[in-house]
Nanobody, 121 residues
Framework: QVQLVESGGGLAQPGGSMRLSCAASGRIVSILEWTWYRQVPGKEREFVASAESVGLTKYDDSVKGRFTASYGYGRNMGHLQMDNSKPEDTAVYYC???????????????WGRGTQVTVAS
């Protein structure tokens, strides 16, 4: 089975930086896309950013120019670099990976359990 584990969350000051990481483990052939979502209590989970293996990245307008989604140098690792953080970035951040599992004939999507990010002075 595939597991995704986020790390790097915590407290950041407004204007500060934080880097979230997501490590995927299991019988993975390749990761086609990393996706980041976030959720605050009482609201739906919302798209933040994504990075595809071919190099394409997408961002929500609220984070464009401040956040960077990327593949890590380590095997099966993705990152979300958060710069110039704002209090409204406070949320639980979830990573997702669209990947091909060893022995499978189609791609599958897996999700981590989330990591809390709080931006406050």
């Amino acid at each position: 089975q595939v597991q995704l584990v986020e790390s790097g969350g915590g407290l950041a000051q407004p204007g500060g930086s934080m880097r979230l990481s997501c490590a995927a483990s299991g019988r993975i052939v390749s990761i086609l896309e990393w996706t980041w979502y976030r959720q605050v209590p009482g609201k739906e989970r919302e798209f933040v950013a994504s990075a595809e293996s071919v190099g394409l990245t997408k961002y929500d307008d609220s984070v464009k120019g401040r956040f960077t989604a990327s593949y890590g140098y380590g095997r099966n690792m993705g990152h979300l670099q958060m710069d110039n953080s704002k209090p409204e970035d406070t949320a639980v951040y979830y990573c997702g990976a669209e990947l091909i599992v060893d022995g499978a004939i189609s791609r599958s999507k897996f999700w981590g359990r989330g990591t809390q990010v709080t931006v406050a002075s």
